[in-house]
């Protein structure tokens, strides 16, 4: 949850930046930069903010996670949230090297980016697959 409110900060501020810009210098933005923006914005704030509430809220399954009072299984959870975070960085990297070069090595970066960040939304998904429950059934 910390890391999804740092990612929050980071997409208003780069925006506010951007705004500011345009304001003063009548800049408009690169398009590498406003991709980059929405990635910070929808993976690092909203899609971490959404994972991490539902880790919490989503109904407990206290026999098979015990250590975790039956929140969730450790190790999917560190995955998921290395996976994602992890698949940022490339692409923080990438993505304006990409569009301003074209040079090979960073579309290697946006494929691993891509990769990483379904993998975790893949493992997200597996991992409160089991805590959906039907409407009416017993926690």
């Known amino acids: ?6 990612f929050f900060i980071l997409t208003f501020a780069s925006g506010s930046a951007f705004m500011m810009l345009n304001a003063l210098h009548r800049a408009r933005m690169p398009h590498d930069l406003i991709l ?3 990635h910070l914005g929808f993976v690092g704030w909203l899609g971490l903010m959404v994972m991490g509430v ?3 809220m989503f109904p407990l399954m206290r ?15 560190y995955a998921v949230y290395y996976l994602t ?13 990409f569009w301003r070069t074209g ?5 290697f970066l946006l494929v691993v980016s891509a990769l990483a960040q379904l993998a975790g939304v893949a493992g ?15 926690l």
């Not at 949850?1 to 740092?6: A, D, G």
């Not at 098979?64 to 299984?73: A, D, F, N, V």
């Not at 997200?124 to 017993?138: E, H, K, L, T, Y």
Request: aromatic share 12%; glycine share 12%.
């Open 1 to 6: 949850m910390k890391t999804s409110l740092v």
């Open 36 to 38: 980059l923006h929405a």
């Open 54 to 56: 539902a880790w919490w």
């Open 63 to 77: 026999d098979q996670h015990p250590e975790t009072k039956g929140r969730y299984h450790l190790p999917t959870v």
């Open 85 to 97: 975070v992890g698949g940022l960085l490339p692409r923080v990297i990438g993505e304006p090297w």
């Open 103 to 107: 040079h090979p090595f960073p579309r």
């Open 124 to 138: 997200f998904a597996a991992g409160v697959w089991g805590r959906v429950r039907p409407v009416g059934d017993s």
